[in-house]
């Protein structure tokens, strides 16, 4: 009864957010966009939309619906499109998610080489995800996440390829940098900065600050490594990242690493893909080459 085109109108409707956008999107008339739905509507036994006003709203069961071409549709594509490049010969297309903002240096050193090895498979590096990163790889919208905080589920593998330690990043002359090792107690008089990442999930407070009941003085998010370091630098606040990157930017902005703890804060990168994907020689190889990249 459920056809992928009823499937398609659905998301395109919610995409475009009329029926008559969702028509044009489709390449169908109006009148056989809706047509369509009505009988489906016949053959469900319920409605799909309710009209208010110029507005459709989507019933409970045109949610479902909704939600079950989200899911499904991404899928879909994906096959056809491995498939028609598999019938041309071609190896496809590798798609990598990430879910580590400071990681895009390290992976420029891990596609380089790839793409040399691999001429006939393209790279696409995507960052927000309508379900997040393990929906992402679930849904097919990626084939690789690149996470340093990897959450196990059944039919997906994650593998360590990069070892590094999270530090505390200061202005070259910020009373921090000459000491060994900064305690939670050092930051409260602090402004932090991060990345717009929920607090959960960033190390500087689920292994460093909560642990000890401290926090900053205050908190400030920003997008981008680059920025985030020249406000360090200019003393406007500290931040947490990569010792490798840290010591790579250093030679270029006065900001110094400091380890975060007595003990520090020990990190890897992992790579995450579908457990089925695992004997996917073209997978296979980028990370094997993840293995081996030597940050310097």
């Keep these: 009864m459920i056809e992928r085109n009823h499937l398609e109108i659905l998301r395109a409707v919610n995409q475009q957010g009329s029926l008559t956008a969702a028509a044009e999107r489709l390449h169908l008339t109006q009148s056989a966009l809706s047509h369509s739905v009505r009988k489906l509507e016949q053959q469900l036994g319920t409605d799909i939309w309710v009209r208010e006003g110029r507005q459709l709203r989507l019933t409970q069961s045109g949610e479902y ?16 499109m491995l498939i028609g490049q598999f ?34 498979v393209d790279v696409d590096v995507k960052q927000k995800f309508q379900f997040g990163g393990i929906g992402a790889l679930f849904g097919h919208d990626i084939d690789m996440l690149v996470t340093p905080d990897p959450l196990h589920r059944p039919g997906l593998v994650f593998e360590p390829v990069f070892d590094y330690e999270q530090v505390l990043v200061v202005a070259a002359d910020h009373a921090l940098a000459s ?29 460093f600050l909560l642990p000890a009941h401290a926090s900053p003085a205050r908190h400030k998010t920003i997008e981008t490594t680059d920025i985030m370091l020249q406000m360090v630098a ?22 110094r690493p400091v380890q975060l703890g007595e003990a520090g804060i020990p990190k890897q990168i992992f790579l995450g893909l579908r457990e089925r994907d695992r004997d996917v020689d073209y997978l296979n190889s980028f990370m094997k080459l993840a293995r081996e990249v030597r940050w310097s």
């Design 87 to 120: 019938a041309r010969g071609q190896r496809g297309t590798l798609r990598i998610g990430m879910e580590c903002h400071p990681c895009y240096q390290w992976l420029l050193k891990v596609v380089g080489p790839y793409l040399e090895d691999w001429p006939g």
């Design 65 to 80: 619906l909704l939600s079950l071409a989200n899911r499904l549709l991404p899928q879909m594509e994906h096959a056809e």
């Design 234 to 255: 200019a003393g406007r606040g500290v931040a947490a990242l990569p010792r490798w990157l840290v010591e790579d930017y250093g030679a270029r902005i006065p900001v």
């Design 179 to 207: 000491k060994a090792w900064a305690e939670p107690g050092d930051l409260e008089k602090e402004t932090l900065i991060t990345y717009p990442v929920e607090i959960e999930r960033l190390d500087i407070y689920t292994s």
